[in-house]
């Protein structure tokens, strides 16, 4: 017998993907979604968030991170005994913090896959897991569901942090230059006159700006990029100040410091040799 999940947000992006996923995966798939009509003929419509889920044996919530701890609090009583629970939210603290207390008949699995929609194949793709319960069997079970994925394993808080980085700054750094090309009057001249740092620099401000509105607010609001972001403000100021000063010795001081420092943990010109073979495969 074929084993049942239900998708909860089954029409957005994500909730697309993973229908697809489990759907090759040989998986019955129950799907609702509460904004938009389910159209993937291969998937059971649901009429009711609760009736989505009654006899769901794995139930993943595809749904905006604002919304998922009520939703935990609301089906988990009414999920069945030894189903589980997966949060794929990209902030884990409160999310974390609802699973906990979510009835002992179900399961939690709380991970935050790293890839997003337009994600073809999940080899290499890396998959955080957060330990709620039990980490060795929660872990265990995320594995058997994506086998072919990396997997690290790290608590709610030190998660959240983390990501602050990955995503956070990432998507208020790109946030920003995309509202400077956006002003641009002559951006046709501008890609004529670009080399491969802005053509790579382009085709991330691009793809950050596919992502839901709330998904970039979400990602940004993320409480612990604020001393990121704060000190990156600092950081610009500082080298403004420099360069209007004409402070050229303190600048080339502190680009190699920067450079010095960095280098410590990325192979800085193997990133760059990659870079180039990323553009012009981009290019042909």
């Known amino acids: 017998m074929k084993k049942k999940i239900a998708i909860i947000g089954a029409e957005g992006q994500m909730g697309k993907w993973f229908s697809k996923y489990f ?17 993937n003929k291969s998937i ?8 989505a889920i009654l006899s769901a044996d ?16 609301l089906i988990a009583k009414e999920m069945k005994r030894d189903a589980y629970l997966i949060d794929i939210s990209s902030l884990k603290l409160k999310t974390a913090a609802a699973l906990t207390k979510i009835p002992d008949k179900v399961n939690p699995i709380c991970i935050h896959p790293m890839f997003g929609p337009g994600t073809k194949k999940l080899n290499g793709q890396n998959i955080i897991s957060i330990p709620i319960r039990d980490a060795k069997k929660e872990l265990t079970v995320a594995k058997s569901l994506f ?4 997997f690290v394993q790290i608590d709610a808080t030190e998660h959240d942090k983390k990501i602050a980085i990955i995503l956070g700054m990432t998507h208020l750094v790109n946030l920003a230059l995309a ?12 890609e004529k006159m670009s080399g491969t740092t802005f053509k790579a620099q382009k085709l991330l401000t691009a793809g950050i700006m596919t992502e839901s509105p709330e998904l970039i607010e979400t990602i940004i609001s993320n409480p612990e990029i604020r001393r990121y972001a704060e000190e990156l403000w600092k950081d610009i100021g500082r080298m403004l100040i420099l360069i209007q000063e004409n402070r050229t010795e303190e600048m080339l001081k502190y680009i190699l410091s920067a450079k010095e420092r960095l280098g410590k943990n990325v192979n800085l010109d193997d990133a760059y040799k990659k870079l180039i073979s990323m553009v012009n495969s981009v290019d042909k």
């Open 147 to 150: 086998r072919e994925a990396n």
């Open 58 to 73: 794995y139930v993943i919530l595809c749904i905006p991170v604002k919304r998922t701890p009520e939703t935990i609090r």
């Open 179 to 190: 509202n400077i090309l956006a002003k641009e009057e002559n951006f046709g001249l501008v």
């Open 23 to 39: 759907i090759e995966k040989g998986f019955e798939i129950i799907g609702y979604d509460s904004e938009k009509e389910i159209l």
């Open 44 to 51: 059971t419509k649901a009429q009711s968030l609760v009736g």
